[in-house]
């Protein structure tokens, strides 16, 4: 589940495992779910700056992760593929191919839609925003190109919480469980 009004991205609410706005890679990387990360699915290789996660399940719903932190070493994007929209680049040379992407957009707006309770209305869009205090959620589809069709979850960053009234929203989520 995604919590808009604070950014809060459920990975397993029985278990506590979520992201969430200013969560600093330092913590991340102690926290229960990234160990959990390491044990049950082998990640791939990953930089000083980014996790790739192959599996892990969010609601009943298998998909793959991607973890961003900034150069500050704090959160910056959570990236979230379904299953097929892992493999589309594989069969983009495949004649319907942009077809079978936008069935995948289709699938994901509803787990988008399923996730936060928000009501999609143009699915037809190639992205589809919600702006927050605490940063933005994107349902994207791009066909330029290699195909890529993903949700994107963006966070603000610290100067950006220290320089706007949000300051409170920012600092309280940077202290709430992992």
Not at 59 to 77: C, H, L
Request: proline share 3%; charged share 30%.
């Amino acid at each position: 589940m995604i919590e808009i009004t604070t950014g809060t991205l459920w990975i397993n609410q029985e278990k506590g495992w979520s992201i969430k706005p200013l969560l600093a890679k330092e913590l991340f990387l102690e926290s229960d779910l990234y160990l959990n990360i390491q044990e049950g699915n082998s990640p791939r290789p990953q930089s000083s700056r980014h996790l790739f996660v192959n599996h892990i399940d969010i609601d009943g719903t298998s998909v793959a992760m991607e973890i961003r932190f900034g150069r500050n070493s704090y959160i910056e994007k959570v990236i979230l593929r379904l299953p097929l929209a892992t493999t589309i680049s594989e069969w983009s040379n495949k004649v319907g191919w942009e077809n079978e992407a936008i069935k995948i957009k289709d699938e994901q707006d509803v787990f988008l839609q399923q996730q936060t309770n928000l009501i999609i209305e143009n699915r037809e869009a190639k992205e589809i925003r919600f702006d927050a205090e605490w940063g933005s959620i994107s349902s994207i589809i791009d066909l330029t190109e290699q195909p890529d069709v993903r949700i994107e979850i963006r966070y603000r960053n610290l100067q950006e919480c220290e320089k706007e009234k949000y300051l409170k929203i920012c600092k309280n989520n940077l202290y709430g469980k992992l």
